[in-house]
């Protein structure tokens, strides 16, 4: 190759790289709306949801929980998931954003005002043994970037189940509560792995449980997946999952 | 010398000893060819040359006080249902003197000497040689074969043949028409081992008794056979001096020979041998207890973990064990692309303690596990604590932050945490055991209002528990790193 072409290519090569960083760095931090999605008009989230119905719902083989009741997502200023140190995390998460954020067993449709906007409850089954919030919102046509999201969900369990561990991944940090105590924190800029962390041992009482979460998110794809481990950790499949 | 004599020499020595991060065991562990240690009625013991032997109560401090008549040289023992089976040569033989030697076994219920019950059998010979053949009848090892519950005894030095005879399991005696088979030459003080489909034939090569001078190491070749042949890892017949290496020198003990394994649990297996000369104490020979690990199909001395600071990673995905505390960026960012590579480089100073203890909690911190960054909160000092005595190899430890007092400690509900202050309480004694596999077991010394044995484990990657151990799952096994 000669000298010229080389510098050219050399040239060309550079200019891709500040393209692309220029683009990623936008897309990664922020931008909630690019050319592609402008054009993405009809949206849906029935590729990963399906509505919840009175049937009895079982964790799935691996006893993940699929029935959940998704809060539209709540907008926050979060630009970078660096920030999502342990402190920042339960100051965000103990921040009060709507009336009964933390007794409220919501019904579907039902909607909460926070700060001036009603968002809206919808109960869902996930067709995959996670929740991808990323398409919760996109198919709704909401924000998807710097956004919070609440979980709940109603676990019935025909005996009480000792020392039995809330086991979660999610995308990115995220807050999880069992019967109004606190079950596990998950902090730090961090991506959706299958058992990623484990609350101390619990009890699932005998009838009804409901298990609460919130999830975080500056940049990038949001999800979660639950499940119950039990002493031996294996899954608990021996519940049913509602939501009421 | 009464308990707190004898405690206090031992403290005083392994506060001596400790400094150098890595001790034989404490006490006055004196001993030569040391047999296989057995343990009895909640001691341990291992018998030596010349009569007598050490008794340990924790494993880790050892002191004379075993029982063995018939004097002689490097007696070997094994557990038969409830009885103990000791076998030793009943002459000193060797290269200066004549090869005329003898084995014998005798019985015993119980090796505490201070029982009822204590009473050896009288002896019965079982081999011999007369002084001119290929073999010199010392160094007994035994075997009993878990796979068919015969009993094998291996003996022999130098002077000719490593040779090999089947006893009766029930009465110690020779096999009726039992003859002797050959299986190797140029080691001595040999034992049997069985592992996983394989017979293992460990000797121990180079020469004794010469202090800081000797050259033993212990050798092993294997067989899918008892009789063998045993080969090393080349395909080397031991009869043709094959044999690969398990220990040789380290540290400052010098000369390892005599072989005897023990099987704590799955995983868990330590060997004994005596090091011809610890040059601590005086050149003198004391008994060592190593973890044995399992390498590829071959037997390898492990490594009683010295003390330092490490990260403790766990082995379930790699993640580190640390403080559940705010993550403390450090300055800078991505330089960022096309910048100018001429641009003159200079070290980034790493994040020290002083950055960010302050900004952690004052009381118990939580503890949970995450990606390594080398950070202070992901920095651990082990160290051992003298005056809370030990197990079978190894001294208790207490595990604190790098530079702090803030220890491990576990909770009455068989979780973690970290306390500010090291106290010395129990639940703040680890025990770290090497395994068979390389990998380490964390134990707490106890739990809280409990009497379980539970080990450090991985819940989940990012979360510590404690729980029952279990040498499958990679939830139960930890790595030191030292970077």
Redesign the interface.
């Given at each position: 190759m000669k000298k010229k072409q080389k510098t050219m290519l050399l040239t060309a090569i550079?200019v891709m790289?500040?393209v692309a960083?220029l683009q990623a760095q936008t897309g990664r931090a922020w931008s909630q709306h690019d050319e592609a999605v402008a054009r993405d008009t009809v949206r849906s989230i029935d590729r990963y949801f399906t509505p919840a119905t009175k049937a009895v719902k079982a964790p799935d083989e691996e006893g993940f929980i699929q029935r959940w009741l998704l809060l539209e997502p709540i907008e926050t200023a979060v630009r970078s998931n660096?920030i999502f140190?342990?402190?920042?995390l339960r100051n965000a998460f103990d921040t009060l954003y709507f009336q009964n954020q933390f007794t409220l067993l919501p019904r579907d449709g039902e909607t909460v005002k926070v700060g001036g906007r009603d968002l809206t409850w919808h109960a869902l089954d996930s067709k995959l043994f996670n929740v991808k919030l990323f398409r919760f919102a996109y198919g709704l046509h909401k924000p998807v970037y710097g956004v919070l999201f609440w979980a709940v969900t109603v676990i019935n369990s025909p005996v009480e189940i000792k020392n039995v561990?809330l086991?979660a991944g999610s995308n990115s940090a995220s807050m999880w509560w069992l019967n109004g105590e606190e079950a596990l924190l998950?902090?730090?800029d961090r991506r959706m792995?299958m058992?990623?962390?484990?609350?101390?041992?619990l009890t699932l009482k005998k009838g009804r449980n409901i298990l609460r979460g919130a999830v975080i998110n500056g940049p990038g794809m949001s999800d979660f997946c639950i499940r119950f481990?039990d002493e031996q950790?294996e899954p608990v499949k021996n519940i049913q999952i509602s939501c009421e | 010398m009464n308990f707190h004599h004898t405690l206090k020499a031992g403290i005083a020595i392994l506060f001596i000893f400790i400094a150098g991060a890595v001790t034989a065991q404490i006490g006055k562990p004196f001993i030569h060819d040391p047999s296989t240690i057995m343990e009895c009625e909640g001691k341990y013991y291992t018998f030596g040359t010349g009569g007598g032997g050490l008794i340990s109560d924790d494993g880790w401090s050892w002191n004379s006080g075993a029982v063995r008549p018939g004097g002689g040289a490097a007696p070997d023992a094994i557990k038969i249902g409830e009885r103990y089976l000791v076998v030793y040569g009943a002459t000193g033989g060797g290269l200066g003197g004549g090869h005329n030697g003898r084995i014998l076994t005798m019985w015993n219920k119980t090796l505490d000497p201070t029982s009822p019950d204590f009473k050896f059998s009288e002896p019965v010979l079982v081999a011999q040689s007369d002084g001119v053949e290929d073999n010199d009848a010392i160094d007994p090892g035994l075997l009993l074969d878990p796979n068919d519950g015969r009993l094998w005894c291996s003996y022999g030095t130098y002077f000719g043949f490593i040779r090999l005879i089947e006893l009766d399991p029930a009465t110690g005696k020779r096999v009726e028409g039992n003859e002797a088979i050959d299986i190797a030459i140029d080691c001595e003080a040999t034992d049997l081992e069985y592992h996983d489909g394989w017979y293992y034939l460990l000797g121990t090569h180079g020469t004794c008794c010469d202090g800081a001078n000797s050259t033993y190491n212990i050798v092993v070749g294997r067989s899918r056979k008892v009789t063998g042949p045993y080969l090393d890892n080349m395909g080397r017949d031991m009869l043709k001096g094959g044999g690969k290496m398990v220990l040789a020198a380290r540290d400052r003990f010098i000369g390892p020979g005599h072989f005897g394994r023990v099987v704590l649990e799955e995983g868990v297996e330590k060997m004994s041998c005596h090091y011809e000369a610890d040059l601590d104490q005086s050149g003198r020979s004391v008994l060592g207890i190593l973890p044995l690990l399992w390498k590829n199909g071959w037997p390898v001395a492990g490594d009683n973990l010295r003390e330092g600071t490490y990260e403790i990673e766990s082995e379930r995905r790699g993640y580190a064990l640390e403080l559940a505390v705010d993550f403390v960026r450090m300055p800078g960012r991505m330089r960022g692309f096309n910048r100018d590579n001429d641009e003159p480089v200079k070290p980034i100073a790493s994040q020290q303690l002083d950055d960010v203890i302050q900004t952690w909690p004052a009381g118990n911190i939580g503890v949970r596990i995450g990606d390594y960054m080398v950070r202070p909160h992901q920095r651990w000092t082990i160290t051992a604590v003298p005056e809370a005595g030990g197990y079978l190899g190894g001294p208790y430890y207490k595990i604190t932050i790098a530079g702090t007092n803030r220890a491990l400690a576990a909770t009455a509900a068989a979780e973690v945490i970290t306390v500010p202050t090291f106290t010395g309480a129990p639940e703040q004694l680890w025990r770290i055991d090497q395994l068979t596999d390389g990998t380490y077991r964390i134990m707490p010394k106890t739990v809280p209002d409990s009497n379980e044995k539970l080990a450090l484990v991985s819940s989940g990657d990012s979360t510590p528990t404690l729980a029952k151990f279990d040498m499958s799952s990679d939830n139960s096994k930890w790595n030191f790193r030292d970077h």
């Open positions: 550079a790289f500040t960083g660096t140190t342990d402190s920042y561990r086991s998950l902090s730090g792995v058992d990623d962390g484990l609350s101390h041992r481990l950790g | -």
